[in-house]
């Protein structure tokens, strides 16, 4: 079955970088220190702030954030100049569940390895499935493709790392799966937390009686099974 690169680096921010749900944000002005604040932005895409109340920042640059805030802080106040800094991005993140210390969403700085990962979970559970890790990953097309990666091997040099992507869902089963879209359907809806699904944009519903699904349905799935 086809696999993709081993190694792949996570692109850097970008001047261009779209405001998502989740990222942190540093609201700051030049002239008037009392209107600092970090927010955090919600579900919905907006913000609320001092003042002006609640503002969308999602599918907006920061700077164009900034310029939409300055207008209307000048409402109010003279030299309003503010300024919107990404301080944490929700895109840059991957989630990590099932067998693991501590189910959470990890950040990418620069790359980010599957063991790697697991450990800033906190590490490997007792019960753990250590042969059949899984990693479900939305293509460019909105499909999902799912790996297996055995890291015990891992562990003991006798296979290579296994790097991740942005919005990566990682999985340490108990046990084994047998089927693997099966699975994926159940996971993605029913364990990992809404709020991830909200903001790393997953929905997987699998068609039933040949229906039309309305996301994903699971004759789109493809399993590279790496040993």
């Known amino acids: ?9 996570v692109g850097q921010l970008t001047p261009k970088y ?12 030049f002239y008037h220190s009392e209107l600092k ?9 907006r913000v609320s702030l001092l003042l002006v109340g609640t503002v969308t920042a999602a599918g907006k640059t920061p700077q164009q954030v900034g ?14 100049d503010m300024t919107v800094t990404l301080s944490g991005s929700a895109a840059l993140a991957v989630y990590v569940g099932g067998e693991v210390a501590k189910p959470s969403v990890v950040p990418i700085k620069g ?21 059949q890790v ?37 999985y340490v089963p108990q046990t084994a799966i047998a089927e693997v879209d099966q699975f994926v359907d159940q996971y993605i809806n029913q364990i990992i937390p809404r709020s991830v699904q909200g903001v790393f944009g997953f929905q997987y519903t699998a ?12 004759s789109a799935i493809n399993s590279a099974i790496t040993r």
């Open 134 to 170: 899984l990693i479900v990953r939305q293509t460019n097309d909105g499909h999902f493709r799912t790996f297996q990666v055995n890291a015990a091997q891992v562990l003991r040099n006798e296979a290579p790392e296994f790097y991740l992507k942005e919005h990566d869902i990682v």
């Open 67 to 80: 310029e939409e805030l300055t207008r209307r802080y000048s409402k109010f106040l003279d030299n309003a």
């Open 37 to 45: 604040q970090p927010v955090t932005v919600q579900s919905d895409g």
């Open 111 to 131: 790359e980010l390895s599957l063991l790697q990962s697991v450990t800033a979970a906190g590490g490997f559970s007792r019960t753990a499935n250590k042969e």
């Open 1 to 9: 079955m086809a696999t993709e690169p081993r190694s792949e680096l």
């Open 18 to 29: 779209t405001i998502g749900p989740g990222d942190d944000l540093l609201i700051n002005s």
């Open 207 to 218: 068609a039933v009686g040949g229906g039309v699904s309305t996301a994903i349905n699971s």
